[in-house]
């Protein structure tokens, strides 16, 4: 099995692995709870966390492209890390 790369929420280095991969490369683009995560609390109000919503959209895009498939694999209870893996 090929080695994952880890990206998580770094955009830049998304639209690298993008442009880079090779068919079957895998990349862990979020760790974490991704729906609860996109949503930050600062003083008790809520806030979109506009860069991993960034990130979430256009690697849905992705996928929605035909690029990547989108997989989840849970760390533990609540945790998961969200793998896209190249076409």
Known sequence: MKEIKRYVNDIRA???WLKNSN???RM???TGLLMKDRII???GR???NSA???MARDIWNAYEMG???LVQKKSCE???DYIAIRN
């Open 78 to 80: 609540g945790i998961y």
């Open 41 to 43: 609390s600062q003083d």
């Open 67 to 69: 690029d990547v498939k």
């Open 28 to 30: 862990i683009y979020h």
């Open 14 to 16: 998304l639209g690298a």
């Open 23 to 25: 068919k079957g490369d």
């Open 52 to 54: 991993l919503d960034k």
């Open 46 to 48: 809520i806030m979109e």
